[in-house]
Every structure is written in C-alpha cells, then in structure tokens.
C-alpha cells in the first residue's frame, strides 16, 4: 500500500488518484469515511479531536484489513497527521510506504481557497499543521515537495518508490 498524507490541500488526492492509475491499484480516499457529523464539524470550522477521527481512522483500517485479505494493492489518501494513525495504517496488513507531501502553508491556504465544493475550510489549516506529528524515525516515509506540478511530483515518487514497487509488480 502507498499512502499519500499531509494537510488539506497538500495533493493528496490528486497524487493518490495519479499513482493508482499508472499501477493499476485501488484507489482509497480517506475523507469519503468521515461520518456526516465529523463532516459538519469540520465544515463548520472546528478541527477534529483525536477522539472524534476514532471512528473514522476504524472505519479506515476495516477496509483496508479486509482489501489487504483480498491481496489486492492499494493507494491510499490519508492525512496520516498522527503517528499513530500512520502505525494504525502500518498494521493493515500491507507493505507500506508513506509518500508526505508538505511545502509553504500559504501556497496550501491558496490551494484550500480555491477548492469548491470541500468541507474542509481553509481556516483549518493552521490546526491540521499543528497536529501533524513529525515523521524522524519513520523509515517508511519518503517526503516530496507539493510546489512541483503533478505531473512531476507523481514522476518523482513512482522513482523512488521504484525498488518497493518492483517487489510487488515484478518488475
């Protein structure tokens, strides 16, 4: 499984949804597991508490547990903001591999304001930087820039994601 993670408005889906197209693996985007209420909270301005992502980071590994039965592989779109999220993630049953997408909160902020139709409001941001936890240590993180252009950033970690992929595809 490779999991994309960062803020709101890092790209994560747009690379998630890259990466799963070229390799031909499911695409899984985190947010579409937020409860209605989670999403209101939310959409309402009020970051979510650890306790309030429980239930959605269960809902998460549920699917990814039985996916990881299926033996199938995965892409996945996650905020990944908690280590322990992440390690709850490590221990679906798949070979994971982090991809942190991270650059200047303004270009992030720009990116929140003009997204329509989103949930997540811009004014969030500032409390999604502050509960991401640092990844030092986390041999299964590869961080890459979100100011390069898709195209490229997706070129970038499908490189370096090369001798993991190549264990899977047989490559």
């Not at 985190?30 to 939310?42: G, I, K, P, V």
């Not at 009020?46 to 892409?75: K, N």
């Not at 280590?83 to 798949?94: K, M, P, V, W």
Request: proline share 5%; charged share 25%; with cysteine.
């Amino acid at each position: 499984m490779i999991v994309c993670m960062g803020v709101a408005g890092a790209g994560k889906s747009t690379l998630a949804r890259g990466l799963a197209e070229i390799l031909e693996w499911r695409y899984i985007e985190a947010d579409t597991f937020h409860s209605r209420e989670n999403r209101q909270w939310m959409a309402a301005g009020q970051p979510l508490t650890d306790e309030m992502r429980a239930p959605w980071m269960d809902a998460v590994t549920r699917e990814l547990e039985w996916l990881a039965g299926t033996g199938a592989s995965c892409v996945l779109a996650h905020s990944g903001l908690r280590r322990a999220h992440r390690d709850q993630l490590r221990a679906c049953g798949f070979d994971t591999r982090f991809l942190r997408l991270s650059g200047p909160a303004e270009l992030i902020e720009q990116r929140l304001a003009h997204r329509p139709g989103h949930f997540m409001p811009p004014s969030l941001l500032r409390s999604q930087l502050a509960a991401l936890q640092d990844t030092t240590g986390e041999t299964d993180v590869i961080d890459l820039d979100l100011r390069r252009p898709p195209e490229s950033l997706r070129d970038d970690a499908l490189v370096q994601l090369a001798e993991f992929l190549a264990e899977r595809i047989g490559a």
